[in-house]
C-alpha cells in the first residue's frame, strides 16, 4: 500500500499471544479487529493496542528500500549539531553528568523520610513533589514501576501515603481512584517486603509482619550459609542499616488522619504472617518456617552478642559513611542509614548525619514547576560514554573537551579498597565508581567504559597514565568470576539460594555474572591486543556462548532488555576476532534484524523481564535504536538496508536542540522491580551510533579500532607504584 512514496511495514501476529515479529511484507491490516481476549496479559493487550492504534493513525510507515534514504550532507549536518549539543553540556571540571530518573517511590520515600525525622518538606518543594507525583499517576488511578507499565501496588501504596502527608485530601478524585486501584489489587497487605517495612515504621501494621533480620547476621562466620559478603553490594548497604533498624523497631508517630488504614482489606493490626508458602517451592518454604522460629526466639537472644552485633553494625555503616556520597551513594541504603541514625540517637550536627542528610537533598532535581527525587548520580558513567562517543565522531584526542574529560575521570579512579577484596585480598584496587563518590563499591561495567574511553584519547601513550591504566586492568581481570563471567561489584556473588529467602522477595539480592559485563569486559581486553586464545577471554567467550538465548539474543541486566545484552556482545566478539559468520553470531544479527520496528527503529518494553517472549518489542526509541544499530554493525551489517533504514530513523527524529527525545524507560537498576530513564542516553548513544555509521561506510575504521593495540601490550608485566 503506497502513502506519499512510503509503504505500510506490514506484521502478522505470531502463534504466542502478544507477540508480534516482523515478517516481511505482510498484510498490516489484518491485526485491525484482533479479538482483544486473545491476549491474555495485560501488558500484551497493551502491545496489541498500541499496534492497531498505529496503524489507525498511519505511523508505521516507512521508506521503500528503492530510495536514496539519505544524504552524506544531511547525515554529517546531524552529527554536527548532535557533537555540539554534548558539548555544551560538559560541566567546567570536565565531566558530564545527566538527570538519572526512577519510579515515583523515590520521590515518595524521601517525603517519607522527612517525616521520620520530623523534618517538614519546604513548601515550594513539597508543590513540585506534589505535581510530579501526580502527572505519573495512571488513568486507572494506580503508578507503574515505569512508564506505559501497569499500576504497581507497592509504588501505589508508598505514593499514595506521600501525597497524603503532602497534604492531599484523601476525598480528592485522584486518591480516590488511587484507594480503588490498591483496593482492587488485593490491598496494602500484598505490597512488597520493602513497602511493609516502611508502613511498620509509621505504625501502619505491626512489625511482627516483617521478615525476621536478626542484627546478630553481622557476628556471621563467612562459611555460614548466610553472610553479608554473599548478598550483592546495593542488598549490603540497605540491609545493614535494616538490621539496627530491625532490632529496635521504631515507630513514627502520625496523627489518625494521617495514616493509610482505609488501603487495608482488613484490619492490618490483626496480621501475623503475610509471608505464605508456596506450592511446589521447598526452599522457599523451608526459609519461610524458619522465619518464623526466628520471630518466635529473637526475644531470648544473648544481650551480650546482640549488642555486640549491633556496635558491629553501627561502625560497618559508618566507616562507609565516611564522604560525601551517602552509604553507598544509592537512595535506598543512605535512606535506611539517615533513619537508623536517628533511631540510635544520633544528634542531627553529628558529621554522618550531616553528610548523610546533604547526600539526599543532593539528589533533587527541579525541572519547570515539579521536583523529583533521583535514585543516585551517574558522573563517571555519563562522562565516559560521552567522551567515547566524541572520539568516535571525530574529536582529537587534544581538544579541550577530551582533555578536561580524561583529567577528571583520572581523578575519580579508586585507589583504596573496598568490599570486593572481601573475595579476593590479592589483588590491588584501580576501579572507578557509578558516581561522584562511592569509595568502596567500584564497579565492573564502569571501570571497562572508563578505560575504553580513555584509550580512544590515547591515553596508553602516555607515561603519565600508563600505570594507573595497569592498576585498573588488573583489577578488572582479577574481578573475573569462576564461571568466565564478570558481575558488577563482587566475584562469585552467586548463592542463588538466599533469593528464596522472605527478606528477598526482590529476587535482586544477588550480583552474578552476566552477559552484557561480560562482553564489555571482553572488548576491553581485545582492545588491548589480548585475542581469543588469552585464557581469561576464552573463558568468558565460553560463558557467553552458554548465556546465549535460543533465539540468538543475550539478556541485559543493566540496560532494556535483549537489544542492550546482545549489543553489549556483539561489540566485544568483534572486538576479541571472532568470526563474525559464525552461526551463533549471524543468529544474533538475524535476531536484532528481526525486531525493526516499521518506524525503522528499535525500542524494547520492561514487560520482557516479565514475558521474555516480547524480547525485542516495544516503542521505538533512540537509544535502543543506536544500540541496535551498534550491535549490527559490530556484526559486520553497517552496509545493510536495515541498518540504513535505522540511520534514517535517528535523523528524522533528531529535536532543535541536537539531541533525541525519549521518555521511557531503557535502563535497568533490578528486573521487574526498579528501572531508570537515564536522561543522558538520548544524548550520546544516538550520536555514537550515527558516527560509527559514517566512519565505517566511508571505509576508515573506527574510533576504537585506530586504537586498537596489534599485539598483547606488557600491562599485566608493568609494576604498580
Known amino acids: ?290 522465619d518464623r522460629l526466628l520471630k518466635r526466639i529473637d526475644r531470648f537472644a544473648p544481650r551480650v552478642s546482640r549488642e555486640k552485633a549491633l556496635k558491629k553494625a553501627i561502625s560497618w555503616m559508618l566507616e562507609r559513611m565516611q564522604g560525601k556520597g551517602g552509604l553507598g551513594a544509592i537512595f535506598p541504603a543512605m535512606v535506611n542509614a539517615v533513619m537508623a541514625l536517628k533511631t540510635l540517637g544520633f544528634p542531627e550536627d553529628h558529621p554522618a548525619f550531616v553528610r548523610g542528610t546533604a547526600a539526599l537533598d543532593d539528589l533533587l532535581v527541579r525541572r519547570g514547576d515539579e521536583g523529583f527525587c533521583q535514585p543516585c548520580v551517574s558522573p563517571v558513567w555519563d562522562t565516559c560514554l560521552s567522551l567515547s562517543t566524541l572520539l568516535e565522531e571525530g574529536v582529537r584526542p587534544e581538544h579541550q573537551a577530551v582533555a578536561s574529560s580524561v583529567g577528571w575521570l ?61 592498576k585498573a586492568v588488573k583489577w578488572v581481570l582479577g574481578m573475573q568470576s569462576s564461571d568466565g563471567g564478570w558481575g558488577s561489584f563482587d566475584i562469585d556473588n552467586n548463592c542463588i539460594y538466599l533469593n528464596d529467602i522472605p527478606f528477598a522477595d526482590h529476587g535482586a539480592l544477588l550480583d552474578p555474572s552476566t552477559a552484557d559485563l561480560t562482553g564489555r569486559c571482553v572488548e576491553l581486553l581485545s582492545m588491548l591486543g589480548f585475542d581469543r586464545d588469552f ?52 543468529r544474533a544479527a538475524q535476531w536484532l534484524e528481526s525486531r525493526q520496528n516499521p518506524d525503522n527503529g528499535w525500542g524494547e518494553s520492561c514487560y520482557t523481564y516479565n514475558d521474555p517472549s516480547l524480547a525485542g518489542i516495544g516503542k521505538s526509541t533512540p537509544s535502543q535504536t543506536a544500540w541496535a544499530l551498534l550491535g549490527l554493525m559490530a556484526a559486520g551489517e553497517h552496509g545493510s538496508s536495515t541498518v540504513q533504514r535505522g540511520i534514517q530513523y535517528l535523523l528524522n527524529t533528531q529535536n532543535p536542540q541536537g539531541g533525541w527525545d525519549e521518555d521511557l524507560f531503557t535502563g535497568t537498576g533490578f528486573p521487574r522491580v526498579f528501572y531508570l530513564r537515564y536522561h543522558g542516553y538520548s544524548r550520546y548513544f544516538p550520536l555514537w551510533a550515527l558516527a560509527v555509521y559514517r566512519r565505517l561506510r566511508a571505509g576508515r575504521k573506527t574510533r576504537q579500532d585506530e586504537v586498537r593495540l596489534q599485539g598483547k601490550c606488557n600491562l599485566l608485566e608493568q609494576e604498580s607504584g
Request: hydrophobic share 40%; with cysteine; proline share 7%.
Open 1 to 290: 500500500m503506497q502513502h506519499d512514496g512510503y509503504c505500510l511495514v506490514r506484521y502478522e501476529h505470531h502463534r504466542h499471544p502478544g507477540r508480534l515479529l516482523h515478517q516481511g511484507y505482510v498484510e498490516a491490516q489484518a491485526l485491525k479487529g484482533r479479538d482483544q481476549g486473545y491476549c491474555s496479559k495485560p501488558h500484551e493487550r497493551q502491545v496489541l493496542n498500541t499496534v492497531e492504534e498505529n496503524l489507525d493513525r498511519g505511523n508505521f510507515l516507512v521508506e521503500p528500500q528503492r530510495a536514496a534514504l539519505f544524504s552524506v550532507e544531511r547525515l554529517n549536518t546531524v552529527i554536527s549539531k548532535a557533537r555540539d549539543y554534548i558539548l555544551s553540556l560538559q560541566n567546567a571540571e570536565g565531566y558530564w553528568v545527566f538527570d538519572l530518573e526512577a519510579d515515583c517511590t523515590i520521590p515518595a520515600e524521601y517525603v517519607l523520610l522527612q517525616r521520620f525525622l520530623g523534618r517538614p518538606v519546604p513548601a515550594d518543594l513539597a508543590t513540585g513533589l506534589s505535581r510530579y507525583l501526580r502527572r505519573r499517576q495512571l488513568l486507572k488511578g494506580g503508578w507503574p514501576v515505569f512508564k506505559d507499565g501497569v499500576s504497581d501496588i507497592s509504588a501505589s501504596t508508598k505514593v499514595y501515603f506521600a501525597l497524603k502527608l503532602l497534604g492531599d485530601s484523601p476525598e480528592q478524585p485522584h486518591m480516590i481512584d488511587a484507594r480503588r486501584t490498591i483496593l482492587d489489587l488485593g490491598g496494602a497487605s500484598r505490597v512488597n517486603v520493602f513497602t511493609r517495612i516502611t508502613l511498620a515504621l509509621f505504625g501502619q501494621i505491626p512489625w511482627r509482619t516483617v521478615p525476621a533480620m536478626p542484627v546478630e547476621i553481622m557476628l556471621l562466620p563467612s562459611w555460614f550459609f548466610f553472610h553479608v559478603a554473599k548478598v550483592s553490594y546495593w542488598s549490603r548497604t540497605v540491609m545493614i542499616p535494616l538490621l539496627i533498624l530491625l532490632n529496635k523497631k521504631p515507630i513514627c508517630p502520625l496523627g489518625p488522619e494521617e495514616g493509610v488504614h482505609e488501603l487495608f482489606v482488613e484490619s492490618p493490626h490483626e496480621f501475623v504472617n503475610l509471608d505464605h508458602s508456596v506450592p511446589g517451592n521447598g526452599r522457599k518454604n523451608l526459609f519461610i518456617h524458619l
Open 410 to 470: 583520572f581523578q575519580q579512579q579508586i585507589l583504596c579498597r573496598g568490599d570486593w577484596c572481601e573475595r579476593v585480598p590479592e589483588i590491588e584496587p584501580g576501579g572507578w565508581a557509578f558516581q561522584f563518590e562511592n569509595t568502596f563499591y567500584p564497579d565492573v561495567d564502569d571501570t571497562p567504559a572508563v578505560l575504553m574511553s580513555i584509550l580512544r584519547a590515547g591515553c596508553l601513550g602516555d607515561d603519565d597514565f600508563r600505570d594507573r591504566i595497569a
Open 535 to 586: 585464557p581469561p577471554i576464552a573463558k568468558a567467550l565460553r560463558f557467553l556462548r552458554r548465556e546465549q538465548e535460543p533465539c540468538g539474543a543475550w539478556f541485559g541486566r543493566w540496560g532494556v532488555n535483549y537489544i542492550y545484552g546482545t549489543w553489549s556482545v556483539l561489540m566485544g566478539l568483534r572486538q576479541a576476532g571472532e568470526d563474525m559468520t559464525r552461526p551463533y553470531i549471524r
